[in-house]
């Protein structure tokens, strides 16, 4: 009964910036830590960012740290993605992650 749903994904230019949502239900929202996920065409799906349940602690992977920024609001049961100064090698299907269940994905293309 566990449910993730994505937003806030599409096209924008190289330098440019979106906010991915995430919103869930049918779970505790705060006692999960949530992730986000990555997967470009023929690339396998790779770790993008985690918060841990009270959001206080985060880690990124390298190829985004300083321009991606994980948060969650527990109120709303929602975990979001900032990202800033988006490049080409961005371009992939994001998944957001949390108590064993999965997102259905969400396109994020970086392209001029």
């Known amino acids: 009964q566990a449910q993730l749903v994505e937003s806030g994904g599409g096209l924008v230019q190289p330098g440019g910036s979106l906010r991915l949502s995430c919103a869930a239900s049918?779970?505790?929202?705060?006692?999960?830590?949530m992730y986000w996920y990555r997967q470009a065409p023929g690339k396998e799906r790779e770790l993008v960012a985690r918060?841990?349940?009270?959001?206080?602690?985060?880690l990124y992977a390298d190829s985004v740290q300083g321009r991606l920024t994980i948060s969650r609001d527990n109120a709303k049961s929602t975990v979001y993605l900032q990202m800033n100064g988006l490049k080409p090698e961005d371009t992939a299907v994001y998944y957001c992650?949390?108590?064993?269940?999965w997102g259905q994905g969400i396109q994020v293309t970086v392209s001029s």
């Open positions: 992650q949390g108590r064993e269940s």
């Open positions: 918060i841990d349940p009270s959001g206080r602690t985060t």
């Open positions: 049918g779970f505790t929202f705060s006692n999960y830590a």
